[in-house]
Structure formats: structure tokens, C-alpha cells
């Protein structure tokens, strides 16, 4: 299945990246739920949400979820499997995730969630 508008989630805030980007995540695999209840699911507070929180949350809605310390060199593995979710540090400033759909060669291509 390939990734389409349909399954983009907007952040309601600056807080909602990582909610934002589970929610995508599950609307590809057609698992829905609101920002709201991934939220709380996700004890979100004002300054964000956690990696392991979302690792959590998706293990217990049934998904095989790990987390991993990687660089680029990630888009090398054959069988890796899209869409997932990644969390950079911006300009050693502040972290955002991203939902990364597909790669082609040397090029990946990103969800940028606004």
C-alpha cells in the first residue's frame, strides 16, 4: 500500500509532533484514533512526547515497534519496512519527528508535520 494524503494527521500544536506522526503511522496500517486519545494514550505534556512513550503506545496496539539509535546509513538495509517515525535533534536546538514514507537511491523522502 503506498502512503497518500489520506493518512496525513497536522499537528494541532508544537507539541503534537510526535502525536502527529503516530497518528500517520496508524492511518496507513487503518488504525484510527484521535489526536486526542493518542494524546492521552501518549501522556503528551508541553514539552512533547516521548520516543519510548510512542514505542509503548504502538506495542500495545499490537505493532512490533523498537526503538534505534541510527544515522544515515539506515536507508542501506534492504528490508526496511515504511512508513516510520524518526526523531531529530534540529540544529542541536530542539527534536521533531518526522515520518519517513520511502526511499529511492540516495535520496529519502520525508512527512514534514506542520
Not at 66 to 82: G, N, P, R
Not at 84 to 92: A, L, M, P, Q, T
Request: hydrophobic share 45%.
Amino acid at each position: 500500500m503506498k502512503f497518500s494524503k489520506r493518512h496525513y494527521r497536522a499537528q494541532v500544536d508544537s507539541k503534537d509532533c510526535g502525536v502527529a506522526a503516530l497518528a500517520m503511522v496508524l492511518e496507513y496500517y487503518n488504525s484510527h484514533y484521535s489526536l486526542a486519545e493518542l494524546r492521552e494514550m501518549l501522556g503528551t505534556t508541553e514539552n512533547g512526547t516521548t520516543a519510548f512513550s510512542i514505542v509503548s503506545v504502538a506495542n500495545e496496539l499490537g505493532f512490533d515497534t523498537e526503538a534505534i539509535y541510527a544515522d544515515i546509513s539506515l536507508f542501506d538495509i534492504e528490508d526496511i519496512k515504511f512508513p516510520f517515525i524518526v526523531h531529530i535533534n534540529k540544529n542541536n536546538k530542539f527534536y521533531h519527528y518526522y515520518v519517513i514514507i520511502g526511499s529511492d537511491k540516495n535520496i529519502f523522502i520525508l512527512i514534514l508535520i506542520l
